[in-house]
């Protein structure tokens, strides 16, 4: 895992590992050179469906989820510490839903507009187990996680501290 300095000078203070493309700032690379040497890891079937299935019961639409086809796993690991400051996902070509996966502890998950960092946002508290699906108008809303809660954490995850984020996209590349 590594820790990542977000491009618009904010930071980052999570541990990422990526499946299906690697993420850099501001674009994704398969070659292996452009992150640690290591090769990306394939992005699973199984994780597809469960993208599949949060956006069609998100948005009541069989048809819709069936096209959804994320090929891109950003796994994120928050210590007690972490946090991730407002970003918007504007790496990917594709315009699909982005899906959030929570694991462990509870986090203060900031959603915002699309017009910028500023208000109007709301904070959400994100608990081990919450799906969070933005699409549509949303799709390219700021959003960060401003804390976590220590202790408030599932123990039945394995995890006995902190939290995996898994957020899957598509990224519209070939």
């Not at 210590?79 to 594709?94: C, I, L, N, P």
Request: net charge neutral; with cysteine.
């Amino acid at each position: 895992m590594r820790a990542t300095r977000m491009p618009t000078g904010g930071v980052m203070s999570v541990q990422t590992v990526c499946l299906g493309w690697h993420w850099l700032p501001y674009r994704y690379s398969r070659t292996a050179d452009d992150v640690d040497g290591a090769e990306v890891k394939p992005f699973p079937g199984w994780l597809g469906d469960l993208g599949r299935r949060a956006v069609a019961a998100v948005y009541g639409d069989a048809a819709a989820a069936s096209e959804y086809g994320p090929d891109v796993a950003l796994i994120n690991y928050y210590d007690d510490a972490a946090r991730m400051g407002m970003h918007a996902d504007k790496d990917e070509r594709s315009p699909a839903p982005v899906v959030s996966l929570s694991i462990g502890t509870t986090c203060v998950f900031r959603f915002g507009n699309a017009a910028g960092r500023g208000r109007p946002w709301t904070d959400i508290q994100l608990e081990s187990g919450d799906l969070f699906v933005f699409g549509g108008p949303a799709r390219l809303a700021y959003h960060g996680v401003t804390k976590t809660l220590p202790g408030t954490g599932d123990p039945r995850t394995g995890l006995t501290a902190g939290r995996i984020n898994i957020t899957l996209r598509e990224s519209g590349l070939s």
